[in-house]
């Protein structure tokens, strides 16, 4: 994707989706519904989930990730 395609979807989908968000938009719907799941779920530590998450391509922070968890972020569902 070049710089200008990725800016373009930062301005589609960057108010609508966080980081957490989007990069489960790119998995495959099982497997973002698993993460999904263990995200909230309080038997996976989130530095866990978010190395799991890593390996398959995010690279963002933990911070972003306890604030999606927690639904303080600005995803719509
Ligand atoms: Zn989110």
């Known amino acids: 994707m ?3 395609d990725e800016l373009e ?4 989908f960057g108010a609508e989706r966080c980081k957490v968000g ?3 938009d790119t998995l495959d719907p099982k497997d973002a519904e698993e993460i999904q799941a263990a ?3 309080k038997n ?3 530095e866990a989930v978010r190395r ?3 390996k398959r391509g995010f690279d963002g922070g933990i911070t972003i ?3 999606h968890a927690k639904k ?3 995803c719509v569902d």
């Open 2 to 4: 070049g710089i200008r």
């Open 9 to 12: 979807a930062e301005l589609k």
């Open 22 to 24: 989007r990069f489960l």
């Open 39 to 41: 995200l909230v779920s």
């Open 44 to 46: 996976y530590p989130l």
């Open 52 to 54: 799991v998450m890593i």
């Open 65 to 67: 990730c306890h604030r």
């Open 72 to 74: 303080d972020c600005c």
